[in-house]
Structure formats: structure tokens, C-alpha cells
């Protein structure tokens, strides 16, 4: 399984990034996925998952209307739109692999497999 991000970088606040997650070594379609990220010196925060089909998502209230998480199962890619960017989404973003189709948190956490190498993203004006 192989999972790399790219896309982030710097913005402005009230600005526009689109992460990108590409996806190899596992057949992507059959899998929920997630971005996570770490603010920095913090902990992780789950961001925003979606189902194996792309037709349910979910979202943390502080990115709801801002963020919109989507995938290209033809392309093996797993998308996430950031808008309307603030400072406060500064952070280290990661996408997750979940164990199945569905989006799973347990009482011990979510269910990733795998995880990517992480994306920087810096808001600062």
C-alpha cells in the first residue's frame, strides 16, 4: 500500500489549497478513506472521511462548509478542497486508508491501515 500527498504549500487566510492523495498497491474502490492532520504541538485530528463510493462523507464541525472531501476511483485519487483557509488549519495533513468500504471509528479510534507521508500546510498572511 502506498498512499503520497501532494498539493499543500502556503496560503492566505480566506485562500484556496487542494490536497491530493495518490493511491497504489490496493484496489482504492473498495476502500473508505480520510484525511487527518496535526496542528503543530498537537495531536491528530480527524479532518473529513468518505465511503468506498463517494457517496457519503463526513466532516468535523471546525471544516463543515469549507472543506470538501471527494475521490476518482478511476484514478486511484482521494481529494480534498480546502476553502475559505484560516491560520487555524495550519498543520501536517495525512491521508488514511480505513479497513473497508465504510468509515469506521471504534472506541479505540478509527480504523486506519495505512497512512500517507503527510503535506504541509501553512495559512499565514
Known amino acids: 500500500v502506498q498512499l503520497v500527498e501532494s498539493g499543500g504549500g502556503l496560503a492566505q487566510p480566506g485562500g484556496s489549497l487542494r490536497l491530493t492523495c495518490a493511491a497504489s498497491?490496493?484496489?482504492?474502490?473498495?476502500?473508505?478513506m480520510s484525511w487527518v492532520r496535526q496542528a503543530p504541538g498537537k495531536g491528530l485530528e480527524w479532518v473529513s472521511a468518505?465511503?468506498?463510493?463517494?457517496?457519503?462523507?463526513y466532516y468535523t464541525d471546525s471544516v463543515k462548509g469549507r472543506f470538501t472531501i471527494s475521490r476518482d476511483n478511476a484514478k486511484n485519487t482521494l481529494y480534498l478542497q480546502m476553502n475559505r483557509l484560516k491560520p487555524e488549519d495550519t498543520g501536517l495533513y495525512f491521508c488514511?486508508?480505513?479497513?473497508?468500504?465504510?468509515?469506521?471509528?471504534?472506541?479505540?479510534?478509527?480504523?486506519?491501515?495505512?497512512w500517507g507521508q503527510g503535506m504541509q500546510v501553512t495559512v499565514t498572511s
Open positions: 488514511a486508508k480505513h479497513a473497508s468500504h465504510k468509515v469506521v471509528f471504534t472506541a479505540s479510534g478509527p480504523d486506519y491501515t495505512d
Open positions: 498497491g490496493f484496489t482504492f474502490s473498495n476502500y473508505a
Open positions: 468518505i465511503n468506498n463510493d463517494g457517496s457519503v462523507t
